[in-house]
């Protein structure tokens, strides 16, 4: 089975003439973003909104399997304190926007479901308890979709990763493995991840990235075979383990000219990894 190659879509850029092009590339699924209130409000308009979007995918043969999680006002010059489910001030908000988004996504072939879920306080404290407690309950929300719920690589390292993964127990958790994410916040190497969890990966974030040079505290983005991850040995690795899921383009520069031909050389990348494994 051939992996399906594309890139996030969201929302609230995706117009025919995006679409047009990722089909031109030669993409056959998307990620899909940004699914805020205009799409999920139960307004005869946000549901015209959300089928006219998904009618453009259709038409050229377009899936939606997979779906990242958003939300609003996010602060990511501040991760620990405002970046995904973790800090409690906005959890319960965001807990409700998620399963309102997953249930969206059900609509349109979402099987899974990924979420930058946030900075974990330390295991022995109350904060922990509180936050597994509550993943628990939107895992097993996903569960009763049919979704697996992933969780995007990024902060934390395997040791962390595992015990998070014991502690809510389900069976639908998985991983979105974003090998740059690992570079850029210096968590633990891509390859470390595949060995002692590469059975867990569902999606991949097609992106590359360099570690933190000297003074930095954070590793820098690159186009795609260009960074520190090695990812073409690491998408061989996962397809020689039967990996057949959504290889997913991320490049993280504003929308245009250098970001479309970045993800243009990515797919090209992608499919010679795959002629040659």
Same mark, same amino acid.
């Given at each position: 089975m051939t992996c399906p190659i594309g890139t996030i879509l969201r929302c609230p850029t995706a117009d025919e003439r995006r679409i047009e092009y990722y089909h031109s590339l030669g993409m056959t699924a998307m990620q899909i973003a940004g699914v805020m209130e205009n799409w999920l409000a139960p307004t005869d308009e946000a549901i015209a909104r959300s089928e @006219?979007?998904?009618a453009m995918l259709r038409e050229r043969g377009i899936s939606t399997p997979t779906m990242f999680l958003s939300f609003?006002?996010? $602060?990511? @010059?501040h991760p620990i304190e405002g970046v995904g489910l973790s800090p409690l001030k906005t959890r319960a908000e965001r807990?409700?926007?998620a399963c309102r988004q997953m249930n969206w996504g059900l609509k349109y072939g979402v099987r899974y479901v990924t979420c930058h879920v946030g900075y974990f306080p330390e295991e022995s404290s109350d904060e922990y308890k509180s936050l597994i407690n509550d993943l628990k309950l939107l895992v097993r929300f996903a569960k009763a979709n049919g979704q697996d719920f992933l969780f995007e690589t990024g902060m934390e390292n395997v040791p962390t990763l595992k015990r998070i993964f014991n502690d809510i127990g389900e069976d639908n958790l998985g991983l979105n493995f974003d090998p740059a994410n690992l570079l850029i916040y210096g968590s633990d190497e891509p390859s470390h991840v595949l060995e002692e969890m590469g059975d867990l990966v569902k999606v991949i974030h097609c992106k590359d990235a360099r570690h933190a040079a000297d003074g930095e505290t954070r590793g820098k983005e690159t186009p795609l075979g260009k960074g $520190?991850?090695?990812?073409a040995n690491l998408l061989k690795s996962l397809l020689a383990r039967g990996f057949a899921g959504p290889l997913i383009i991320e490049r993280e520069l504003p929308l245009g000219p250098e970001q479309e031909k970045d993800v243009a050389e990515a797919v090209i990348f992608i499919q010679n990894i795959i002629k040659g494994a």
């Open positions: @006219a979007i998904m609003p006002n996010q $602060d990511w @010059a807990m409700i926007l $520190d991850t090695d990812f």
